[in-house]
C-alpha cells in the first residue's frame, strides 16, 4: 500500500499566488518554448521513411531484374541443339526445320524440329526452350509434370537441373519419350516421336506403321542432349 510521503526537515512551501499577485507581463511577452513533437508524428514520419527505403530497395531489385543464372536467349534453336547422344543411339543423321523464336521482356521462347533418318520413315525430335525473365518458373514446372495421374506421370530424375522429369517410351500404348528440365529460370522440353509416311512424302497423312519402333531406353540419351543444350545455352 503507498503510504503519505513523510517530510524530512524543514521545509517551507510557498504561498499560492492570486490573481492579483499575478505580475502583468503584456508589454515584455517572452515566447514560449517549442511544444515537443508528439510521439505518434514520429511513427508516422519513421513509417514513411522505412516505405520509402522499402520502395527504393524493390526499384532497385527491379531495376537488376531476376538472376538468370548465366543462360541467355537464341534465336536459332535448332543451330544450338547437336542432338549428339540421341543420332548415335539410332543411327541417323539429324536434320534441323522449322526453328521458331518469339521474344519478350518477360519470357523468350524457342523451338526447333529436328529430323533424324530418311523423308519417309524417320524419327522426329521437337525441342523447347524458356526462359522466364521475370517469375519464377519453379511451381508451374511442378504442376503440369506432376498433374498427370498413373502410368503417365514422368520419372523423377536427379543430377540434371534444378529439377527434371522423363518420361519412357512405351510401345503398348504408344507414348513416345520425352525430357523436361526447369534449371533456375530457364525450362527445356525434348521430345521425340517416329513418323512414317505414306509414299510420296510431305502432305500425307502418316501410313500405318509396317514395323514396330523400338524407342526403348531413348529417354537417357535425351537426357544428355538436354545437358549439352544447357551448357551452350549459358553464357
Not at 38 to 50: D, F, Q, S, Y
Amino acid at each position: 500500500m503507498i503510504s503519505e510521503p513523510e517530510l524530512v526537515g524543514d521545509v517551507t512551501f510557498p504561498e499560492p499566488r492570486t490573481a492579483s499577485a499575478v505580475p502583468d507581463t503584456r508589454d515584455s511577452v517572452t515566447p514560449p518554448a517549442p511544444r515537443p513533437r508528439r510521439p505518434w508524428l514520429w511513427a508516422v514520419g519513421g513509417a514513411a521513411v522505412a516505405s520509402a527505403l522499402w520502395a527504393g530497395g524493390l526499384y532497385a531489385y527491379e531495376s537488376r531484374g531476376v538472376d538468370l543464372g548465366g543462360y541467355r536467349s537464341t534465336r536459332n534453336l535448332c543451330l544450338e541443339t547437336d542432338l549428339k547422344a540421341v543420332s548415335t543411339a539410332l543411327g541417323k543423321k539429324v536434320t534441323a526445320t522449322s526453328p521458331e523464336t518469339e521474344e519478350h521482356p518477360a519470357l523468350d521462347r524457342a523451338t526447333c524440329s529436328l529430323k533424324l533418318g530418311p523423308e519417309n520413315n524417320y524419327f522426329e525430335v521437337l525441342v523447347s526452350y524458356q526462359l522466364h525473365k521475370v517469375t519464377d518458373p519453379g511451381p508451374e514446372f511442378e504442376a503440369v509434370l506432376e498433374q498427370f495421374p498413373g502410368d503417365e506421370a514422368g520419372e523423377r530424375v536427379e543430377g540434371l537441373g534444378e529439377a527434371a522429369f522423363k518420361t519412357p517410351y512405351d510401345a503398348e500404348s504408344g507414348r513416345s519419350a520425352e525430357v523436361d528440365v526447369l534449371d533456375g529460370q530457364a525450362v527445356f522440353s525434348l521430345y521425340i516421336v517416329a513418323v512414317q509416311m505414306e509414299e510420296g512424302g510431305e502432305g500425307k497423312p502418316p501410313a500405318e506403321p509396317t514395323e514396330d519402333v523400338d524407342l526403348s531406353g531413348i529417354e537417357e540419351f535425351l537426357m544428355e542432349d538436354a545437358r549439352a543444350l544447357m551448357a551452350k545455352l549459358k553464357k
